[in-house]
């Protein structure tokens, strides 16, 4: 009958909207990561193409990535002549980045990679999201996510090695909200090969499994509970053998950051704003309904015990393995809260995923990607031009000491010490940024540093300065 066959027809193209409508959707997080990629590529390239590095974190990492790609121990000669990285930090998993670095070597290798690793986690919190929320709350959480504060200020530090485990734990949290118990377990074991602290956060993210399939899968949660075992036993033997068999002073340089200066009670009102800004402009404090936050506890635990306040802020890259352990813990309580009995809650519920994305934009007006709307982002000074003309001038090979600002234009091409820390090598060059002036005398500040060396100034350029040692 003509009515039975149009209801049909309108049946079929109804279904056909539909099934286009999930075919686009599956593409939302990748599309959404391909932006964040573009812009956290950005920030970070645009920063260092300004000579604007703000650490010497980025050419303590080229030069152990270098090592690597030349099939040589990772010598971070920037921590002391003969440095081996692994004795300082435990992140063998650099060495993944030796063969891109091998093709592409520069800093900019070391960047890029870390722009992809922070958007492939924002593509795994997208999906995760869309799956249990839907499209277009999944899709709000991803921008949320992918904005958020703690990966801007990890953007913008330059480069870390935490840049592995941010999709780390993103996977196997998602993993676990899918109920695949033996992959999130899988996801998060690498974790111990990321930095020493890790493996508890890995045996935290065991513990979340254990907790969620003891009920169902009893042997998950026992292998679970293993994990959990081994992830804290390779952090204590990480700290206590393997660190000290590479570090030349046979111990770890960073218990006294424990162990030495305020207690944890010092500066609480600062870690009460830390982690007000984790909770509120991120979760709208819903994230305490789930237990996913437990594989926050490591990473908050030991920077509010240590003595060193850097550690206990909202600044740098410390709080960017956080972000997708709040994000995926939003998910997992905003999915529970739609079945509570209670109206208000579900109403609550409801409407977080559009205010986290708004709270999100709106606080990236003062966030480092701000920067990127900025004409002068784009811009190279005609101080900055003379200045790299100047370190240029350098030969490749050249043993160069240096601060922080020539470290990330030499690191591919020069052997490089920090001022003041190069023991016994005398460098055939000294390289300086002194656009604050704080060498009004580089020549005799060539002699304090090297009293049995004789400097000449071979240019000055850009507010920068380069010694050439005397033959």
Known sequence: MPGTDLTIARGRATENRAARAVSRAKYDPYLLATALFLAYALLSVLRWYRMENRSWDLGIFEQAVRAYAHLQAPIA????????????????????????????????????????????????????????????????????????????????????????????????????????????????????????????????????????????????????????????????????????????????????????????????????????????PTTGLLALRSPLLIVALPTLGWRFVSGDSHYWGTDWHYSAVLMPVVALALVDALDRSRRSPRPWLRTYAAQLPTAVAAAALALTTALPLATLTEAATYRETPRTAAAKDLLERIPDGASVEANIGPISRLTSRCQVFWIGSTQDVTPDYIALDNTRGKYDDPLRTARDLHPDATYELAGSAGGYLVLRRAL
């Open 77 to 280: 000669d920037l921590k002391g002549p003969g440095t081996h990285i692994l004795g300082d930090h435990f992140s063998p998993v650099t060495a993944l980045l030796a063969p891109l670095y091998r093709v592409f070597p520069s800093p900019v290798t070391l960047l890029l990679a870390q722009a992809a690793l922070f958007a492939l986690s924002a593509a795994v919190v997208t999906r995760a999201a869309a799956r249990l929320l839907g499209r277009a709350r999944g899709l709000a959480i991803g921008v949320a996510y992918g904005l958020s504060w703690g990966l801007q200020r990890a953007v913008d530090f330059d480069f870390h090695e935490i840049a592995f485990a941010v999709p780390l734990i993103a996977l196997s949290l998602e993993a676990v909200l899918r109920e695949r118990w033996r992959a999130a377990l899988w996801w998060a074991l690498p974790l111990v090969f990321v930095k020493e602290d890790l493996g508890l956060t890995c045996s935290a993210l065991a513990v979340v499994v254990a907790l969620r399939a003891r009920r169902t899968q009893r042997r998950i949660a026992w292998w679970a509970v293993g994990l959990a075992g081994f992830g804290a036993l390779a952090a204590l033997l990480t700290f206590t053998t393997l660190i000290p068999a590479f570090n030349t002073t046979g111990g770890y340089d960073y218990w006294t950051k424990v162990s030495e200066g305020p207690t944890p009670f010092d500066g609480l009102d600062v870690k009460l704003r830390t982690l007000g800004w984790l909770l509120i």
